[in-house]
């Protein structure tokens, strides 16, 4: 007769081995997706610490710029009611949280259904519960139909940082970078629209080079285009690759400076044209205009406003609606002069270097 313990089958074991880490070639993890401790920030925050102190951002999340700035022209306080229009990682909700705590609430917009998942999610371990946040999956073009069905007072402030995050240009399955391989979406919401390969492999050529000119600031915009409709006419431009060197095969027959496709120049080039056709896949600019045109009739009067752009064709729309309103006597205060990061911001995160930021106090009476 064999034991019970022999019949009942194995023993499990009580202390099974830990999982192996990931393998990769060399010292130090360089594919995005092998940075097991950056992308598990909260398991491994001492990793992330050296990386920050490196000047560079962490695999997976991403730094708040100007946030001290953000909270001297926004003056957050206990039991108010702001938005964040572009949520992205949280990080500049985390410190408007700490300031409108007790009493206070922060809504949070994002089209982006993965990062606002993750933001919320790491809110939610910081301490902050639905009475005082909620994110919502939606783009802020919509502020002018969301905000007054919820508070038609308006609220006290929104803040928007425009552009990409860092987790989307920092993964590679995104397609917003040339300096990862991908597939070229660069959608902001993977879900919604053509991916950038669908839009280039069908937008006709006058309305590229427009994009080119418009959202990149590319010139010979019109040349470039015509050479990007060329080349998808031999093979279908799929991924960052493919488009960053057709671009850099380009540029040398442009005309101007540029000696060969290995010139340094060309690199801001491929960055322009990226640039612009992400612009372009996410209309971004007609969803700033929306936004902009909403934003003070979503404010209580003294409420504030504060948009953090990153390149020109931002600041430009920005400044012109702000002085619009103000000459309109919507906003009794506008920025005269944008504020910038510090120096030593910048130092420690170099993608703060291009960053302006502007505000408005929307008018007592209007």
Request: contains cysteine; proline residues 8%.
């Given at each position: 007769?064999?034991?019970?313990?022999a019949?009942?089958?194995?023993?499990?074991e009580?202390?099974?081995?830990?999982?192996?880490?990931?393998?990769?070639p060399?010292?130090?993890?360089?594919?995005?997706h092998?940075k097991?401790k950056?992308?598990?920030?909260?398991?491994?925050?001492?990793?992330?610490?050296?990386?920050?102190?490196?000047?560079?951002?962490?695999?997976?999340?991403?730094?708040?710029?100007?946030?001290?700035?953000?909270?001297?022209?926004?003056?957050?306080?206990?039991?108010?009611i702001?938005?964040?229009?572009?949520?992205?990682?949280?990080?500049?909700a985390?410190r408007?949280?700490?300031?409108l705590?007790?009493?206070?609430?922060?809504?949070?917009?994002?089209?982006?259904?993965?990062?606002?998942?993750?933001?919320t999610?790491?809110?939610?371990t910081?301490?902050?519960?639905?009475?005082?946040?909620?994110g919502?999956?939606?783009?802020?073009?919509?502020?002018?139909?969301?905000?007054?069905?919820?508070?038609?007072?308006?609220?006290?402030?929104?803040?928007?940082?425009?552009?990409?995050?860092?987790?989307?240009?920092?993964?590679?399955l995104r397609?917003?970078?040339f300096?990862h391989?991908?597939?070229?979406?660069?959608?902001?919401?993977?879900?919604?629209?053509?991916?950038?390969?669908?839009?280039?492999?069908?937008?006709?050529?006058?309305?590229?080079?427009?994009?080119?000119?418009?959202?990149?600031?590319?010139?010979?915009?019109?040349?470039?285009?015509?050479?990007l409709?060329?080349?998808?006419k031999?093979?279908?431009?799929r991924?960052?690759?493919d488009?960053?060197?057709?671009?850099r095969?380009l540029?040398?027959?442009?005309?101007?400076?540029?000696r060969s496709?290995?010139?340094?120049?060309?690199?801001?080039i491929?960055?322009?044209?990226?640039?612009?056709?992400?612009?372009?896949?996410n209309?971004?600019f007609?969803?700033?205009?929306?936004?902009?045109?909403?934003?003070?009739g979503c404010?209580k009067?003294?409420?504030?406003?504060?948009?953090?752009?990153?390149?020109?064709?931002?600041?430009?729309?920005?400044?012109?609606?702000?002085?619009?309103?103000?000459?309109?006597g919507?906003y009794?205060?506008v920025?005269?002069?944008v504020?910038r990061?510090?120096?030593?911001e910048i130092?420690?995160?170099?993608r703060?270097s291009?960053?302006k930021?502007r505000?408005a106090?929307?008018?007592?009476s209007?």
């Amino acid at each position: 007769m064999m034991p019970p313990s022999a019949a009942a089958g194995p023993i499990p074991e009580t202390n099974p081995r830990p999982a192996r880490r990931p393998r990769y070639p060399g010292k130090n993890p360089r594919a995005f997706h092998q940075k097991y401790k950056e992308l598990n920030s909260d398991s491994y925050p001492e990793t992330v610490r050296k990386v920050e102190a490196s000047g560079k951002t962490a695999a997976g999340t991403h730094r708040p710029i100007c946030t001290q700035e953000i909270l001297g022209v926004l003056s957050p306080r206990p039991g108010q009611i702001g938005i964040d229009a572009t949520l992205g990682y949280g990080g500049h909700a985390e410190r408007l949280l700490q300031s409108l705590n007790p009493g206070g609430f922060l809504l949070g917009l994002d089209t982006d259904g993965v990062q606002l998942q993750r933001a919320t999610a790491r809110l939610r371990t910081l301490g902050y519960g639905p009475e005082s946040f909620e994110g919502i999956q939606t783009n802020f073009a919509g502020i002018g139909r969301l905000v007054p069905a919820r508070w038609p007072g308006g609220v006290d402030f929104i803040l928007a940082d425009l552009g990409c995050s860092s987790m989307q240009l920092d993964d590679p399955l995104r397609g917003f970078s040339f300096k990862h391989q991908g597939p070229l979406d660069m959608r902001m919401n993977q879900n919604k629209g053509p991916s950038a390969a669908e839009w280039l492999g069908s937008v006709k050529e006058d309305r590229l080079a427009r994009a080119l000119r418009e959202h990149g600031d590319v010139l010979n915009a019109e040349a470039m285009a015509r050479g990007l409709c060329d080349a998808r006419k031999s093979a279908p431009i799929r991924t960052t690759t493919d488009l960053k060197e057709i671009v850099r095969r380009l540029c040398p027959m442009l005309g101007g400076k540029l000696r060969s496709p290995k010139d340094p120049v060309i690199e801001p080039i491929i960055r322009q044209v990226f640039q612009a056709v992400r612009i372009a896949v996410n209309d971004e600019f007609s969803a700033l205009e929306m936004f902009l045109r909403a934003a003070a009739g979503c404010l209580k009067p003294g409420g504030r406003l504060a948009v953090l752009t990153f390149h020109s064709g931002e600041d430009r729309r920005v400044k012109a609606a702000l002085k619009r309103d103000g000459a309109r006597g919507v906003y009794g205060a506008v920025a005269g002069d944008v504020l910038r990061p510090a120096a030593e911001e910048i130092r420690g995160n170099p993608r703060a270097s291009s960053a302006k930021l502007r505000w408005a106090v929307k008018a007592p009476s209007a």
